[in-house]
Structures are given as C-alpha cells and as structure tokens.
C-alpha cells in the first residue's frame, strides 16, 4: 500500500496569513493526488485534482503543487470560513490512501 | 447539481449487518465509478470499497475484504455496501463518494454527507 504521510497534523494561523501543508508519498505517484477540504458534519469538498488544479468553483487563494512523491497544499491567505481538516489522497492505485489530516485552525 | 445521499446507518451488535444505500442524481450514473469512504471518531478519512462504472470491477480494502460487498444498480443509480460480521473497528460515518472516471482508481469529485454506522454490544 502507498503511505501518505502529511504535515504537519494542526496548525494555527491568523486571517491572511499563508499556511502550507505538506504530503508525502512512499512511492511514485505522478501527479495523482486529491487535496480535499472537511468540515465536521459536512461532506468533504475536492479542491485541488491532479496535484495542482483547482477544482471548478474553488476560490484562487487555494493552490497545489508538486509530482512524483512531494507536494505541496498552500492557502496564500486564510480566511475564517477555511477552518477545516483537510487531506491529500494518493489514486495511483488501489487502496485509495489519505495522508492522516491537518487540523487548521483561527489563532 | 451532483447530489449524493446515504441512508442505512444505525445501531448494530457485533456480528450483525447493515446495508449502506447511496442515491445518487445529477449525473449519468452508470458513467463513473463510485467509492465508499469512512471516518471512525476522531479519526481520518479511510477508504473501504470501491466500484467500476460498469459494476463488473470491485475492490476492497484489506480490513474489511471478506465481510463487505459493494454494489450497484445503474437502472437505479444506486449504490449499496452489504456490511456482514461488524466489528467495533467499524464504527464510522460512512461517505458515498462519486469518481472521476469509470475507473475505481480515481479520486472522488463529490461526496454525500454520510451516514453513521455504531457498532456495540
């Protein structure tokens, strides 16, 4: 199975800072990677497919990058309504695997 | 408008069974491969079972291999996951999660607001 080890597990952070979030794959995994947006009692949100493009509909202060085994999740400023986990998920293959989750927090 | 809605969730004994049910609209169904997703309390998002457009194709993740069955009926557009011989390990809200493509290996676009299954003697 492909491990996806992301970081860091909470963050806090005031509006308008920028807050980066990291995953890393245990293998080659191109560029398929899901970043995805959870709130609790919520369904998750895709926002960025393919490691780096922002899902339709999705505001530009979200961004993604990276290939092969590291990537990068960033939100260029934070905005209280961006108080979520959230998670990268590898679909190189099977199982689907989700890196363990960033807690992001208002300080 | 992608809409996905789970029913079937509830209390079970160890042992017991549920059957998971996911009504799916706004797309064409039979087109894309659907997924089942849970998130036991506190903990993160796992992967379970995923499904071929066409439904000849399924997989499993090992913890649950041999005691869950996904489905679909495409005249429908229904999904369903027969859970058999539950643990307390499977305690989770359960998420139906639609694919990119035909493919189970892809990634989810859309996901329903899940349903809680509780596993308890």
């Known amino acids: 199975d492909i491990q996806m080890t992301q970081s860091p597990s909470s963050l806090s952070a005031s509006v308008g800072d920028r807050v980066t979030i990291t995953c890393q794959a245990s293998q080659d995994i191109s560029n398929h990677l899901n970043w995805y947006q959870h709130k609790p009692g919520k369904a998750p949100k895709l926002l960025i497919y393919d490691a780096s493009n922002l899902e339709t509909g999705v505001p530009s202060r979200f961004s993604g990058s990276g290939s092969g085994t590291d990537f990068t999740f960033t939100i260029i400023s934070l905005q209280p309504e961006d108080i979520a986990t959230y998670y990268c998920?590898?679909?190189?293959?099977?199982?689907?695997?989700f890196g363990g989750g960033t807690k992001v927090e208002i300080k | 408008e992608v809409q996905l809605l789970e029913s079937g969730g509830g209390l079970v004994q160890p042992g017991g069974s549920l059957r998971l049910s996911c009504a799916a609209s706004g797309f064409t169904f039979s087109s894309y491969a659907m997924s089942w997703v849970r998130q036991a309390p506190g903990k993160g998002l796992e992967w379970v079972s995923g499904?071929?457009?066409?439904?000849?194709?399924?997989y499993y993740a090992d913890s649950v291999k041999g005691r869950f069955t996904i489905s679909r009926d495409n005249s429908k557009n229904t999904l369903h996951l027969q859970m058999d011989s539950l643990r307390l390990e499977d305690t989770a809200v359960y998420y139906c999660a639609k694919g990119s493509s035909r493919s189970p290996v892809t990634g989810s676009d859309s996901w329903g607001q899940g349903t809680l299954v509780t596993v308890s003697s």
């Open positions: 998920q590898q679909y190189d293959n099977l199982p689907l695997t």
């Open positions: 499904v071929s457009g066409s439904g000849h194709t399924t």
